[in-house]
C-alpha cells in the first residue's frame, strides 16, 4: 500500500511569515497526527483527528497553528504568524484504531 | 502525569556485540508499548510492539523486545548489532483508557553501531 505522502519536504521562511503544509493519509486510515519535532527530541503530538473530527489539540498553539481534515481524508497545518522558535520536523501520521502508527517523510521548516 | 522514559541519549556498541536500548513508562491501565526506528532525514517507522502474550516480542530486522508488566519496561535488544542498525530509536506507548489511539513518545536513543 503507498504510504503517507507529505508536501513540501523542505521550506524556508521569515518570521511573521505565513507557512501550510499538506499530508494525505493511507487510504482507509480514520486516524490522523500532526507532531512537531525538534532536533534532538521526540516528537510532540500538536493534534489528532479521527476521520475529520479533532479529538486531541491540546498541544496545539491555537494562537498561531491552526489544522483541518476536510471529509476525513487529507489535511493541512498551517503556522500564522511563524516564529523562529517554529523551526522543526512537522511530521504527519495515521493509523487504524488500536495500531501502530504510519509517519510521513516529514517537512524540515526553517525559519529566519 | 503519563511519561515515557528512555534514560540514555546514546548508546555505543561494537558490531556483532548484543544492544539494549532501555524503556520505561508511567501510563495508567494497561499500555500497549511500541519501539519506532527513525534514520537521518525520513520519519519514523514501526519496529514492533506488544500487545497480549509472549512477553518476548520479536519485530522487524532482527529487533525483539522484552515486555516486563511489573517493571512497566519494555527493552529493546538484539543479539547482533549491524553497522546500519545506527539510527534514532523511539519509545512510544499507547493509553488504553481513550477511545481512540492516544500515544506518548520517549526522548529518543541514539544508537551508534562501531564497525
Known amino acids: 500500500e503507498a504510504g503517507v505522502a507529505q508536501s513540501p519536504r523542505y521550506k524556508i521562511i521569515e518570521k511573521r511569515q505565513s507557512v501550510a503544509f499538506w499530508c494525505n493519509p493511507i487510504?482507509?486510515?480514520?486516524?490522523l497526527y500532526w507532531y512537531q519535532q525538534i532536533l534532538g527530541q521526540g516528537p510532540k503530538l500538536l493534534i489528532q483527528?479521527?476521520?475529520?473530527?479533532?479529538?486531541?489539540d491540546s498541544q496545539l498553539p491555537k494562537d498561531r497553528f491552526s489544522a483541518e481534515r476536510l471529509k476525513g481524508v487529507d489535511s493541512t497545518l498551517k503556522i500564522q504568524p511563524a516564529k523562529l522558535e517554529d523551526s522543526a520536523v512537522y511530521l504527519c501520521a495515521s493509523s487504524r484504531f488500536g495500531n501502530e502508527q504510519f509517519f510521513g517523510p516529514g517537512t524540515r521548516l526553517t525559519v529566519l | 502525569a503519563q511519561s515515557v522514559a528512555q534514560p540514555e541519549d546514546q548508546v555505543n556498541v561494537a558490531e556483532g556485540n548484543p544492544l539494549t536500548v532501555k524503556c520505561t513508562y508511567s501510563?495508567?491501565?494497561?499500555?500497549?508499548p511500541f519501539w519506532y526506528v527513525q534514520y537521518p532525514n525520513r520519519g519514523l517507522q514501526f519496529l514492533l510492539k506488544y500487545i497480549t502474550g509472549d512477553n518476548l516480542v520479536k519485530g522487524s530486522y532482527g529487533f525483539e523486545a522484552e515486555f516486563n508488566k511489573s517493571q512497566t519496561s519494555f527493552h529493546l535488544k538484539k543479539p547482533s548489532a549491524l553497522v546500519s542498525d545506527s539510527a534514532l530509536y523511539f519509545c512510544?506507548?499507547?493509553?488504553?483508557?481513550?477511545?481512540?489511539?492516544?500515544?506518548?513518545f520517549g526522548s529518543g536513543t541514539k544508537l551508534n553501531v562501531k564497525p
Open positions: 483527528f479521527q476521520n475529520n473530527g479533532v479529538v486531541d
Open positions: 487510504s482507509g486510515h480514520a486516524t
Open positions: 501510563v495508567s491501565g494497561n499500555p500497549y
Open positions: 512510544a506507548v499507547r493509553d488504553p483508557r481513550y477511545n481512540f489511539n492516544k500515544f506518548y
